[in-house]
């Protein structure tokens, strides 16, 4: 085996029993670039490397001594090894190249074409396993029930922040309840940069085994733990050129912590049981509903991390303090719910709504929106949502959760304005959008001082 030094170039696996032409391959490919690359002169010296290197990308022989090229398609599938292979023949054996096609390998070359074609054909073969890993991301996304929605001031200075951001490649901290909706900060934050083409890779740091964690992250060597049976890239590795979450990093454990301060200050890992150092590309935000300041007093976290962490904080809203976004939001997941339900959409009454307004939402915000949602969809016989279909919990624990709830404090200009677009969206909603009525309702001179009122707040009908 040969290779050039570690970097970020895309790794090349050339397996030949033929030496001189598969260095030759491989020469031509770093010249071409930019690439590295490897060799293999077996089957079972293939399979070797594929699962102790990082191969991005292998060109196979199918004429090959004991373990042929097919054997070696075949135990990839069994081992659920997804490494594109590109079959390359100098026989002229379509037939042959359409079988390694049926076990899984990408395309096939023949040996007598122009080196130029190969590594075209290479990059090719990179760009759609790039392309079928984001339309995958995109699928998951769209699954998702929220987005970023909502007029309200604490909404357009949270989008107004993370315009601010996005464009910088600094870490940024995430702080904001349970259910608030950290990881579409993350998202749009992604979204919003100057290459969001990169991908999005989404780590639960509370989720994830103590003993597991490092590996995740920052990936390891075959044979560097017991089950440690193929190398496998981190997360940061995996990230590369987009955007990497730690969503609840207030749980990653000290030592955990310590080699993440490394990551971001010399940006390179060194997976477990290995000594060579991979440059890291991906763009880190951290995400977390714990105070970590309380949490560096206590000695449960670094606070030279935090300090590498929170140079830029994003603060999410909860809920009750946005409680003008309710009817959008609710609206929002009645229509995504419905979709997923395989159901009609229904329509939300004024009454509902109200219902849906006068609650705290202190338990788990967005997502206890969501699940509320499904409930009542569940209950309701009819096209309306009516506030007999709300939940009772919801319906007649208003009072009581606001008296709970705890808010923090917020400046009487907030709390006045927030009030006043609660109480013209309620208005609006009981008069189904009829501004005159509503005008009239309110005891304002007239629809054009409603106007200027919904202007100033951004109230704008739903279909809209």
Request: net charge neutral; aromatic share 4%.
């Amino acid at each position: 085996m040969t290779r050039d030094g570690p970097g970020p170039s895309p790794l090349v696996l050339i397996v030949d029993d033929v030496a001189a032409l598969a260095e030759q391959y491989a020469y031509d490919l770093r010249r071409l670039g930019p690439f590295d690359a490897i060799t293999a002169a077996d089957g079972a010296a293939a399979l070797e490397l594929i699962t102790a290197e990082p191969v991005d990308c292998v060109i196979l022989d199918l004429e090959l001594p004991g373990t042929d090229g097919f054997d070696v398609l075949r135990e990839l599938e069994r081992r659920h090894i997804r490494t594109p292979v590109i079959v390359y023949t100098g026989t002229g054996s379509y037939d042959r190249c359409a079988q390694a096609i049926r076990l899984g390998a990408r395309g096939f070359i023949d040996k007598a074409e122009p080196m130029e074609r190969v590594a075209q054909e290479i990059r090719t073969t990179l760009e759609r396993e790039r392309l079928v890993r984001e339309v995958a991301a995109l699928a998951r996304e769209a699954g998702r029930d929220s987005p970023l929605i909502g007029s309200s001031a604490a909404m357009h200075t949270l989008r107004a922040a993370i315009a601010r951001l996005a464009p910088i490649p600094a870490p940024v901290l995430i702080v904001g309840e349970s259910g608030s909706g950290k990881e579409l900060v993350a998202r749009e934050l992604h979204r919003l940069a100057p290459d969001p083409r990169g991908p999005f890779l989404a780590v639960n740091c509370a989720a994830l085994p103590h003993e597991l964690i490092e590996s995740e992250l920052f990936g390891h060597e075959r044979g560097a733990f017991t089950g440690a049976v193929t190398l496998r890239k981190g997360a940061f590795e995996a990230a590369a050129g987009g955007t990497l979450l730690l969503d609840e990093i207030g749980e990653l454990p000290a030592a955990a912590q310590a080699k993440l301060l490394r990551v971001l200050e010399q940006r390179e890992v060194t997976r477990l049981g290995g000594n060579r150092t991979v440059a890291v590309s991906a763009r880190v935000v951290a995400a977390t509903n714990r105070d970590l300041d309380a949490e560096v007093v206590a000695g449960r976290f670094r606070e030279d991390l935090l300090y590498r962490l929170n140079a830029h904080v994003l603060r999410v809203p909860p809920l009750r303090e946005r409680l003008s976004d309710v009817p959008e939001l609710a609206q929002h997941l009645v229509v995504t719910t419905s979709a997923r339900f395989r159901t009609r959409p229904r329509r939300l009454s004024p009454a509902a709504l109200e219902c849906l307004m006068s609650y705290e939402w202190s338990h788990n915000n967005v997502r206890e929106l969501r699940n509320v949602v499904e409930r009542m969809l569940i209950a309701c016989d009819g096209e309306e949502i009516g506030a007999a279909d709300v939940p009772a919990d919801i319906r007649d624990g208003g009072a009581a959760s606001r008296v709970a709830a705890g808010n923090p404090p917020r400046t009487f200009h907030e709390r006045r304005a927030e009030a006043e677009r609660q109480i013209v969206r309620a208005a609006l909603e009981r008069n189904d959008w009829h501004v005159t009525r509503t005008a009239a309702e309110l005891g304002l001179a007239d629809h054009a001082s409603l106007h200027k009122i919904m202007r100033r707040h951004g109230i704008r009908r739903p279909e809209q």
